[in-house]
């Protein structure tokens, strides 16, 4: 009889922890599922909003307006000037645009000068 009711009560041990490892092991999966989701949606937010809101407007470039203690100054401030706008330039232009203008005024001249020795009579005949 004392082993018929050990056999119950280990019957009985065994089910409670079988039945809260399963409880355990839902609980912990939804927590996993919920952060993931929760993951997702700000990732989907913070790309919603760099596309909905607007760029923030340039800063206004301030002057610099200093009294130049000689012409030597002035001619740096100049050269350096002339130099940025040559960078930007550079920066901001297609090379393969340049080198299509390139052959079209090559091609162009080639087609002029076949044309201008089509033209000219020859001495021997």
Known sequence: MACASLTIASD???GFVLTTSVIYLTI?????????????????NEALQMILTPPAPPRPRTAYVEARPDILETMKDGWNSEIEGVVRWVQN?????IFDSLEDVARSAFSG??????NTSEPGK
């Open 28 to 44: 912990r999966q939804h927590q996993e599922q919920t952060k993931r989701s929760s993951k997702m949606l700000q990732d989907s």
């Open 113 to 118: 000068l076949k044309k201008l020795g089509e």
């Open 12 to 14: 009985q041990a065994s």
């Open 93 to 97: 232009t297609n090379p393969t645009q």
